[in-house]
């Protein structure tokens, strides 16, 4: 087995199951040292015991490398595969995971995500995406480093880079936009216009009053270059917890399904947003929707499992999803207003 392979995939096990990340990077170190070294370079360190010698290569990452330059499947990786649960095959969510064919929602760490634009690019490609969009944080989310005007720019010139090399696979230009307190985007208007994805979500004064907060996400979700509404209630279900905010959400819903900004059904099992009563209430205003990960990390691309099985026992039209459509049809959304001939007549 590769050796650098098999620590890529430990790291990508390791980021599904919300292991702490100190122990993704060691892993993902490790690969990046393995893959710098010059051809049998490391099977004769391997033979020699010096492994541990390269900065970057601990006790555990080493044994995995032996084990693989043996020939075996690692110790650790065979029991992480154990572990974790199968995905994207069977059970519930299954049957719509399998028509999805991108994410709007994903984080690299240019923001608050622990891996470079590439890696998760290509973790994208590598569980058959033919798209996602890369939506880092906007500037007032400083705590989360929300790129200025001027990163955000740069931003673009890498993305063209990168997509250069990719077809087919695409990665699509976006932000995830804060939602200021009067409902205004928290980006410059001409920015917004050059993105093909824009999600908008509250991440401040989340205890506003119910009328208040209505007001601000209508507002939002009702702007022009608005696509996506982010993790709805702001509520964490893990941990010690937050509690939703409230907000009035069929008048929220209403102006989503009249504006055509889609209802995000955010998988991250910390989140788990919009809850089941208000989801059940989005599909009833005729909303479109947008099943995302929020992904901080390449192995959390895998966890759109999570809102698809939520998406399927709340009745989510599979027509209005979003991220089952092409790349090509999500643009024509985004850009034109125009949605595929089978939702507008559903």
Known sequence: MDAVAALERIAFLLERSLAPGYRVRAFRTAARVMDGLPPGEAAARAADGSLESLKGIGPKTAQVVREALAGEVPGYLRKLEEESEETGREG????????????????????DGGSPIEEMGRAAAALGHEWIVLTDHSPRLTVARGLSPQRLR????????????WAPFRLLTGIECDILDDGSLDQEPELLERLD??????????RMDARAMTRRMVAAVRDPHADVLGHCTG?????????????????VFAACAESG?????????????PPRRLLRRAVAAGTLFAIDTDAHAPGQLD????GCARAEECGVPAERVVTAWSADELLGWTREGRVPARVAGA
């Open 92 to 111: 519930p969510g299954a049957a719509l995971r399998a028509l999805l064919r991108g994410d709007c929602h994903t984080h690299s760490d240019w923001s």
């Open 154 to 165: 740069e931003q673009l010139d890498v993305v063209a880079g990168l997509n250069a090399g």
């Open 197 to 206: 994805v824009v999600v908008v979500s509250v991440h401040s004064k989340l």
């Open 235 to 251: 509520r964490l279900v893990t941990g010690r917890g937050r509690p939703e905010s409230r907000f009035d959400a069929d008048e």
């Open 261 to 273: 900004t889609a209802v995000e059904i955010n998988s991250r099992p910390e989140r788990l947003d």
């Open 303 to 306: 966890w759109q499992i999570l």
